[in-house]
């Protein structure tokens, strides 16, 4: 019922910025928390930056002060605005949705399809 469709990832010089967005649609009852994570070759998935249903937000160490995450609920849509991007930013970007889909009980992870982003010297 629920799909996440993420869009916005490429390619992009050292210093320079990019902003990804993910979208869900479907039968949907409510959203709360929204999430980015980011897997680079030969590494684990890591979590990158989360945003509750209140707003809070919360960053890894690695991007504090250069990446921002913010909702727009009206359109069931999470994006990352990145910005001085590095060579170590480069990755396969994952948003998360927590979503209670309509008419069941129950809220689930739903996870987009995943965006490339690369960063060159």
Known sequence: QVQLVESGGGLVQAGGSLR?????SGSI?????????RQAPGKQREMVAVISSGGSTN????????????RDNAKNTVYLQMNSLKLEDTAVYYCKMGVRPG???????YWG???QVT???
């Not at 890894?60 to 913010?70: L, N, P, Y």
């Not at 008419?103 to 992870?109: H, I, P, Q, S, V």
């Open 20 to 24: 990804l967005s993910c979208a869900a």
């Open 29 to 37: 009852f409510s959203i709360n928390n929204m999430d980015w994570y």
């Open 59 to 70: 960053y890894a160490d690695s991007v504090k002060g250069r990446f921002t995450i913010s």
């Open 103 to 109: 008419g069941l009980w129950n809220a689930y992870d």
């Open 113 to 115: 399809q995943g965006t």
């Open 119 to 121: 960063v060159s010297s």
